[in-house]
């Protein structure tokens, strides 16, 4: 699928292999997505003209700039994408600041699958 006209998501963990498995996932689902091993990767590929995907699935600690840095700054530059925040390590406060900061959803890994299809149906349906 060409990423490059079709509504796509982008895929930001610094961890390989859960970029590999989600990237497999959607492709599966037939869902156009790209992938970043950062926030400042896939910050500097919108400025760079990549144009915007309707929704990011971001992990929300990684090193450098973390994903609720990412997020803010998705904000400022992208207002209309949608943020799927997932993490390894929750803790209470880093769940309220994610929703502060109106994130579609808020998941612990590893995802079920299923409910991070439906999270990046819904973010899609609000896209359009």
Not at 91 to 100: C, I, L, P, S, Y
């Amino acid at each position: 699928m060409d990423t490059t006209t079709l509504p796509w998501v982008a895929v930001v963990d610094d961890e390989a292999a859960i970029r590999r498995a989600l990237m497999r996932l959607l492709r599966a689902a037939g869902i156009p997505a790209r992938d970043y091993d950062g926030g400042a990767a896939l910050l500097a590929a919108l400025q760079d003209g990549a144009g915007a995907p309707f929704c990011v699935v971001l992990d929300l600690h990684m090193p450098g700039m973390s994903g609720l840095e990412v997020q803010r700054r998705l904000a400022e530059l992208a207002p209309r994408t949608g943020v799927i925040a997932v993490t390894g390590q929750h803790t209470a406060e880093g769940q309220a600041r994610v929703q502060r900061g109106c994130a579609l959803a808020y998941m612990l890994k590893p995802m079920n699958d299923q409910a991070l299809l439906e999270a990046i149906a819904a973010a899609r349906t609000g896209w359009q």
